[in-house]
C-alpha cells in the first residue's frame, strides 16, 4: 500500500473473507491473502480518489464512488474470488475462470434526439464474458534487444547496431495473439476472436452471435478482433477453449470451458420453435454470403473490363472481334448486375415506378427483418427465400460464364503481348 495514501473505504468479500478491497487517495486496491500483499487495479481506471465502495452480491459487481470521476463499476469480480480460494494459478502458465450464463436478448439502439436531458452510460458487454489469466507474453524480436540494449547500456558497453535482417525481421514479426474458439454442444467450431497477448487477468466477450459472412476487401483490417457478427446463436451449451498465435506456430494453451447461453423470456411475441427460426437464418446467411460475392465479383469484373478495353487500344495485333466480344460482356455484366441491384435512385426507393423487385432488396428484406428479433418467422419473409431459390440461381450461372469468358480474354492478351491488366499473370517468352 502506499505510505502516503490514505484509506477512505474498505469492503470484504461476503464469501471469501481472505478477499479484501480498499479505496484511497491514489487508487483502488485489492488483496486476496488477508491483507498481507496488495496489488492496484488501473485497468480502466485513473489514479483517483475512492471514498466510498460497495458490493452487489446479486450479481457479484464491485461498485466504486470516486472524487471527481463519478462511479466505476467492476463487473463480476468472482475471478479475484477464485484467485484468493486457489493462489496456485497465479503459478500457472495461463487459466480460464468460469464463465457464467450469458443472456440473450435484442439490445436497443439507444435514444436519438434527446440531446443532453438523456444521460446514459456504458453498459457491460453483451454476450459470454471470458476471464482468463496469462503469466507470461512471449516476447518480440525487438523487445528482446531492446532488453539487452538496456542490459549494455547500464554496464557502459559498447551497443552493437542491428544489421539490415535484423531489423526486416524485427519489423515483419507479429505481436503474439490468442485466438479463442467458441464450440457449439457438438464440438463444432462456429465462432473465432483473437486478442492480442497479454500477461495477467484479461477478459474478452463474444457477443452471441455466428461470423459476418460478409466479403472481405483488401482494405479490411488484418488479424484481431472479431471479424464481424452474424446472426444471433441459437440457445444451448457452447464452450471456449484458447491457443496462442506465436510466430505462426499455433500453440493449444487451455482445453474447452463450457457455459450456458439462454434466451431472456421478456419478448412479447416469442417463437414458438427458435430451432426453426435459427434454421432460417442460416439458411439466409449462406444466401447472402453467395449473393453479396456474386455482386462484388460482378463488380470486380467491370473494373476488369474498363482495363482491358484500354489494353486492346495500345495493342496494335488486336483485332477487332476482341473489341466487339468486350462490349457483349459488358452488356451480360450489366444486365446482372440491374437483377441484383435494380436501377439507382438520386434520393429515395420510393420515388422509382413499379418493376420487378431485386433481387439484394428480396435479401435485405429478410436479413432485417429478423436481425433484430427472436420471433416468429413471418409469411414476407419465407416468400422471399422461396422466391430468390428459384431467381438467383440462373443470375450465379450467367455470372460464372462471364468469369469463364473474361480468362480466355485474358489468354488471348497475353499471347498478343498487350500491356499487363488486373488479374491476368504475364509471362516471358
Known amino acids: ?128 464474458t471470458i476471464t482468463y489469466y496469462l503469466k507470461e507474453v512471449p516476447r518480440t524480436l525487438k523487445a528482446e534487444r531492446q532488453e539487452k540494449e538496456k ?13 539490415r535482417e535484423e531489423l526486416r525481421a524485427e519489423e515483419a514479426e507479429e505481436a503474439a495473439q490468442l ?33 459476418s459472412t460478409r466479403p472481405i476487401s483488401a482494405g479490411s483490417s488484418g488479424r484481431g478482433g472479431s471479424g464481424g457478427s452474424g446472426l444471433l446463436a441459437m440457445p444451448g451449451t457452447y464452450s471456449v477453449g484458447i491457443d496462442m498465435l506465436e510466430k505462426g506456430d499455433v500453440i493449444a494453451m487451455v482445453e474447452p470451458v463450457t457455459f450456458e447461453a439462454k434466451l431472456l423470456q421478456h419478448v412479447s411475441l416469442p417463437a414458438q420453435d427458435y430451432k426453426k427460426v435459427v434454421d432460417f437464418q442460416k439458411e439466409v446467411s449462406e444466401l447472402s454470403r453467395v449473393m453479396t460475392g456474386a455482386q ?56 422509382l415506378p413499379p418493376m420487378d423487385m431485386p433481387l439484394s432488396r428480396r435479401l435485405s428484406a429478410m436479413t432485417y427483418t429478423h436481425w433484430n428479433s427472436t420471433s416468429e418467422l413471418t409469411k414476407t419473409e419465407t416468400d422471399q427465400l422461396e422466391i430468390l431459390r428459384e431467381e438467383f440461381p440462373p443470375v450465379l450461372a450467367q455470372l460464372e460464364k462471364v468469369v469463364e469468358e473474361i480468362r480466355e480474354l485474358d489468354t488471348e492478351l497475353e499471347e498478343l503481348k498487350a500491356p499487363w491488366t488486373p488479374g491476368r499473370i504475364p509471362s516471358l517468352n
Open 151 to 163: 542490459e549494455l547500456f547500464k554496464e557502459k558497453k559498447p551497443i552493437p547496431q542491428p544489421s
Open 1 to 128: 500500500m502506499p505510505e502516503n495514501g490514505t484509506v477512505h473505504t474498505i469492503e470484504q468479500d461476503p464469501e471469501v473473507p481472505g478477499l479484501l478491497f480498499v479505496g484511497t487517495e491514489f487508487g483502488f486496491f485489492f488483496s486476496i491473502d488477508g491483507g498481507g500483499t496488495w496489488t492496484k487495479l488501473s485497468s480502466g481506471m485513473p489514479t483517483i480518489a475512492v471514498r466510498d465502495m460497495t458490493i452487489q452480491e446479486k450479481e457479484n459487481d464491485l461498485v466504486l464512488a470516486t472524487f471527481g470521476r463519478g462511479f466505476y463499476i467492476l463487473d463480476d469480480y468472482t475471478p479475484l474470488r477464485e484467485l484468493a480460494m486457489n493462489k496456485e494459478i497465479m503459478e500457472m502458465a495461463w487459466h480460464i475462470f468460469p464463465v457464467a450464463d450469458a443472456l440473450m436478448y435484442i439490445q436497443t439502439g439507444g435514444k436519438y434526439g434527446q440531446g443532453s436531458n438523456f444521460f446514459t452510460s456504458e453498459n457491460p458487454d453483451f454476450g459470454a
Open 179 to 211: 485466438i479463442f474458439t467458441i464450440y457449439d454442444d457438438d464440438g463444432n467450431a462456429i465462432r473465432k476472436l483473437t486478442k492480442k497477448a497479454s500477461k495477467g487477468v484479461n477478459r474478452i466477450t463474444w457477443d452471441l452471435r455466428y461470423p
Open 296 to 351: 462484388r465479383l460482378a463488380q470486380e469484373q467491370e473494373g476488369k473490363l474498363a482495363a482491358i478495353k484500354k489494353a486492346l487500344v495500345q495493342t496494335p495485333e488486336a483485332g477487332t472481334e476482341l473489341g466487339r466480344k468486350v462490349f457483349e460482356l459488358e452488356d451480360l455484366l450489366s444486365d446482372i448486375l440491374f437483377a441484383m441491384n435494380g436501377p439507382s435512385a438520386k434520393a429515395s426507393w420510393e420515388e
